[in-house]
């Protein structure tokens, strides 16, 4: 070990020299909160949240400048810290900088204290934790970085992970990240076919999976899916196997197991040095469109981000463990469960099952064994939990939660209070936190600066450092008022933003920055309350958010609309007891169909499940005769929304409708559907 110390002390010593030399010039400054930034302390109007904030929104480049510079090791410096023109998705931070991502979350650390835990595999059989040091991470990421290079993948590629969360997920990412490949990191839970078409639009080369999956108690076929998955996908040159089970799997010429291969290779590996708006990941997102979309995050400014928001949203301490429940299929699992916490040196624990395996108490018996500190979850999983009592969380000490996050939805009060008052014994603070796979990281949050902050139940409140939250009139004019809402855009660049979409630039400017030009156009509509704090209402486009996972409407239409017997569709959410929402579809059938609607159904779910993944099935298809329609021929979503939701009376104006009659046509078969269901 001590010869890898040697090799990567430039990365080392000249970032720790620095910092010394920061905090020297920083001492005898005050601070009024713990979790203040050292950095710009002491700037006139800087000792609150307000000032600190307003100082990050004002001064971009002297906060972000000073904090790049303390926070991130470089191996060359940025000349300018940034280069933005939000109506041309122009966006650019830390110019002239080269760092390696890699070494920021695992060699400065390694080399410091090699011997603390990087991770904790929370497995999915309870009580067979694994533990991995930094010293171990990066031995082993440096291990698959030297694989990864002699089987070609070289800098500006795109290797594709089809894992479960564990440690070799992980250090496959930093891997990339070590060698300048870009990961794709593919939610396990897709189907074959939506892997492949997450494969061509990234031409990965590369696929990490394997050989079992194994979550809840239940085994998912990993690498068989990854075969059919590959069949359509030319680019793919290598599959390597991990195993997960000690079940055989088939392998071909194309295939090699991945620990068998690890052996070969040199645990130290030359990172690259990489500009700091090189592609670090690309992550795939439902739109509005089928497409989904690939988004481009590079690495300077989204690890900054990353470390910054983890650090100051969770008030995260050296010695305290990360519990961040997300996949890292998911955004919240890139950020939080693997960036987030390793720049910043901490503890972060892998969770690979699920709230209720193998019974409802599986969080808070892992939190009593992990003593984790900080608790990060969805909305959706605390819903469920609290149907099932209190007695399952009180049966275990939490005494070592302090912050308790939530993320993915809004978090309705009833959730809210129950997480505050049983989990966290109201003691802990309740952090809701808004971000999106676009933003990178947290964008608003209770406390982003101050640990003594007022939080609202429900409201993610205030916006985070650089982040200038304005809400927009159907006009596009700016409110300016408080006690109102619109949508919700952000002012200005920060570093932590997607940069594009991958191979489609015009998309990611039309989508994100025309809508309201010279903004970044979330897709939510937010409340800002009197007090000026900000309320999350939920999306304004045509997304449907199932238990925190984002799924296009259009998507799910283009699946149905492909099967022989369908004329066309409508799909919506509905509010959804556990779920936030859940999938409602509208199905017109052709004239000649020979088929039993019941088992039309289940084939439609079944396509469903097939196309693009087992959460995304409908709960309810009903058959209409036809959609209602505006006479340019657009259907009235607005109308199946009202019906599905019970109101009636709130259909608003219906004068555009093509045929008054489709409305009562869709209500009468909703009515029939539910007395249906409710029978079974
Ligand atoms: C992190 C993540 C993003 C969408 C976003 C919102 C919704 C996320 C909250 C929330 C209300 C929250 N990324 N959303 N967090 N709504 N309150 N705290 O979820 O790209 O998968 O989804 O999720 O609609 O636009 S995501």
């Known amino acids: 070990m001590q010869s890898l110390c040697g090799r990567i002390s430039n990365y080392f010593v000249t970032s720790s020299a620095r910092r010394i030399a920061d ?3 920083l001492a005898g400054r005050s601070c009024s909160t713990s979790a203040c930034v050292p950095e710009i302390a002491g700037y006139e109007g800087v000792a609150d949240h307000g000032g600190l904030h307003g100082f990050s929104v ?54 410091a204290f090699p011997n603390r835990v990087a991770l904790i595999w929370e497995r999915d059989e309870p009580g067979s934790e694994v533990k991995v040091t930094y010293r171990q991470l990066l031995e082993l990421t440096c291990r698959l970085g030297n694989l990864f290079r002699r089987h070609g993948v070289k800098k500006g590629d795109c290797v594709t992970l089809y894992m479960p969360t564990c440690p070799l997920a992980v250090a496959s990412m930093l891997a990339c990240a070590r060698i300048g490949a870009a990961h794709n990191v593919v939610f396990a839970g897709f189907s074959a076919e939506a892997l492949a078409d997450r494969i061509r639009d990234a031409q990965s080369s590369m696929v990490i999976t394997v050989n079992q999956g194994v979550r809840g ?38 295939d090699a197991l991945l620990e068998e291969e690890l052996q070969k290779e040199d645990v130290v590996c030359e990172p690259a040095a990489m500009d700091s708006e090189d592609v670090l990941f690309l992550l795939y997102t439902s739109g509005s469109t089928g497409k989904p979309k690939g988004l481009v995050h590079t690495q300077a400014g989204y690890l900054l981000y990353a470390l910054l928001t983890h650090k100051y949203v969770f008030n995260y301490h050296d010695g305290d463990v990360f519990g961040c429940v997300a996949d890292i299929g998911w955004i919240t699992g890139h950020t939080y469960t693997v960036y987030g916490p390793l720049a910043n040196g901490g503890t972060t624990v892998l969770f690979e099952s699920t709230p209720v395996y193998p019974d409802p108490g599986r969080y808070w018996e892992m939190v009593q064994r992990l003593k984790i500190n900080q608790f990060y979850g969805a909305p959706t999983a605390i819903r469920l939990l609290l149907k099932y009592g209190d007695q ?23 959730a809210w209070e129950w997480y505050h008052r049983v989990v966290g014994g109201g003691r ?23 640990p003594d ?62 809508p309201y030009r010279g903004y970044f156009f979330t897709g939510d509509g937010a409340y800002r309350c009197k ?7 939920g999306r304004l486009d045509d997304v449907i958010n199932v238990s925190g996972h984002r799924i296009g409407t259009a998507e799910l239409e283009d699946v149905v609309n492909r099967c022989r017997w369908v004329a066309e569709s409508a799909v919506i959410g509905y509010t959804h007891d556990i779920k936030g929402q859940g999938v409602y579809a509208f199905v017109v059938l052709k004239k000649e169909v020979d088929v039993q609607e019941a088992d039309l159904v289940q084939h439609l779910k079944d396509m469903v499940s097939k196309s693009i993944a087992k959460y995304a099935c409908p709960d309810f298809i009903q058959f209409v005769p036809r959609l209602p329609k505006t006479r340019s021929g657009k259907i009235m979503r607005r109308v199946l929304r009202k019906v599905v939701e019970h109101d009636v009376d709130g259909l608003g104006d219906l004068s555009t409708l093509e045929d008054p009659a489709t409305v009562q046509e869709v209500i009468q078969g909703h009515h029939h559907l539910f007395s249906k269901t409710h029978q079974q």
Not at 90 to 103: A, P, Q, T
Not at 430 to 447: L, S
Not at 531 to 537: A, L, T, W
């Open 23 to 25: 905090r020297r010039l």
């Open 58 to 111: 004002a001064q971009t480049e002297r906060f972000w400048g000073a904090v790049a510079r303390s926070r991130l090791s470089w191996n060359s410096p940025f000349h300018t810290v940034h280069d933005c023109d939000l109506s041309q998705g122009k966006i650019r931070w830390f110019l002239g900088g080269k760092l390696n991502v890699s070494v920021n979350c695992l060699d400065r650390h390694a080399c």
């Open 217 to 254: 108690g239940k085994v998912a076929e990993l690498k068989k899916t990854v075969d059919v998955a590959v069949q359509s996908c030319p680019s793919v040159k290598q599959v390597f196997v991990a195993l997960r089970t000690e079940n055989p799997v088939g392998m071909t010429s194309r």
């Open 428 to 450: 802990c603070s309740v952090v809701d936190t808004w971000w999106q796979t676009e933003t990178g990281g947290i964008c608003i949050a209770p406390r982003p600066s101050d």
């Open 392 to 414: 399952w969380v009180q049966k275990y000490d939490r005494s070592s939660l302090k912050i308790l996050g939530s993320v993915g939805e809004p978090i309705n009060t009833e």
């Open 531 to 537: 007090e000026g704090y900000y309320q999350i209402i």
């Open 453 to 514: 902050a007022v939080i609202v139940p429900g409201m993610a409140m205030r916006p985070f450092f650089g982040i200038k939250p304005v809400l927009m009139d159907k006009e596009g004019a700016v409110l300016s008022t408080n006690d109102t809402s619109g949508a919700l855009c952000i002012a200005q660049p920060w570093p932590g933003m997607a940069r594009t979409i991958h191979n489609d630039h015009q998309r990611f400017t039309e989508t994100y920055c025309q």
